[in-house]
């Protein structure tokens, strides 16, 4: 595949070969390419949004197949995700360009034990792009944390990624901790990652369990709007 691929110039190619070669790059881990191939689609005109769900996170998904049936592991993975953030680099400043208007704030990070941050990241670039301020405390989050950080942010949500089954639970020992404190109240809880699901969020106390990140923009902007509307009202 890489002596064939010498000899293609992606400017060349039509959208459709264009995002499936694309797919093709990511899986190789060929950071170049994907840089070229988003700046390509970007000067064809393409939303950025659509860069990130078609190009990139489309290409993802198969590498995500294919190290869950042990065909790719762990490095080629690794060399995957510093491809597709080498994309997300380029669109992140044209998300966050929408000039909307403030929403709200959000600290958000990876629970503790989980270090896969490219779902987290997408959702902060596509929360800031969607007039939300947010902190990102980053991977491998323990409590101490995220309660440090609410403190000290305020923020409106708490959002918590996790992407093991093992590191899943986790979510519900900060939000008991919440608890514990007399602090859930104060926050929207919103909580992600491919392994988690609706029923998942509800057992452990989350507000909600959102499946991407456009889901999560508008179940935030949903919630924060709802928590205006009660203090206006109280
Ligand atoms: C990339 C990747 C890695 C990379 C991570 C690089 C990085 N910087 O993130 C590396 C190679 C490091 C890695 C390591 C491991 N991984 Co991994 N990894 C993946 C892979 C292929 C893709 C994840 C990804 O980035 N997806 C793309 C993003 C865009 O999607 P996403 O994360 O789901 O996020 C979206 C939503 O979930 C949601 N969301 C996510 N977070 C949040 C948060 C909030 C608040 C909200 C509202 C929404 C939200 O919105 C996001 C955007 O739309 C997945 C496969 C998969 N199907 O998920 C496996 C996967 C998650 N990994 C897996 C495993 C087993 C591992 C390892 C244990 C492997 C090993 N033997 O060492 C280690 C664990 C390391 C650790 N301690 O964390 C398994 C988990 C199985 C399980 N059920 O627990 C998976 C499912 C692969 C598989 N099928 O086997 N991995």
Redesign the pocket.
């Known amino acids: 595949m890489s002596e064939d691929q010498d000899e293609i110039i992606l400017a060349d190619l039509s959208d459709e070969e264009l995002v499936e070669q694309m797919w093709d790059d990511l899986y190789d881990g060929l950071k170049e390419e994907i840089e070229e191939g988003v700046n390509i689609l970007l000067e064809r005109g393409w939303a950025p949004y659509r860069v990130l769900t078609e190009a990139l996170?489309g290409g993802?998904?198969i590498?995500?197949k294919d190290?869950?049936d042990g065909i790719l592991f762990?490095p080629e993975?690794?060399l995957?995700?510093n491809a597709?953030k080498g994309g997300m680099f380029i669109l992140k400043p044209l998300l966050a360009e929408t000039g909307a208007p403030r929403m709200g704030s959000m600290v958000?990070g990876t629970v503790k034990?989980?270090?896969?941050?490219?779902?987290?990241n997408?959702?902060s670039m596509m929360m800031e792009g969607a007039g939300f301020e947010v902190v990102d405390l980053g991977i491998n989050n323990p409590v101490e944390n995220y309660l440090a950080a609410l403190d000290e942010h305020k923020p409106d949500i708490l959002?918590?990624?996790a992407?093991?089954?093992?590191?899943m639970p986790y979510m519900k020992v900060v939000i008991d901790t919440l608890v514990e404190q007399g602090k859930r109240d104060d926050y929207i809880v919103?909580?992600?990652?491919?392994?988690l699901n609706e029923e998942f969020g509800k057992a452990i106390g989350a507000d909600a369990y959102?499946?991407?990140?456009?889901v999560?923009v508008e179940?935030a902007k949903e919630y924060v709007k709802r928590k205006h509307n009660q203090a206006a009202t109280a």
């Open positions: 996170v993802m998904t590498v995500g190290f869950r762990v993975v690794l995957a995700a597709m958000i034990g989980d270090i896969h941050d490219i779902g987290k997408l959702v959002g918590m990624s992407l093991l089954t093992t590191t919103l909580v992600g990652g491919a392994p959102c499946r991407d990140a456009a999560a179940t």
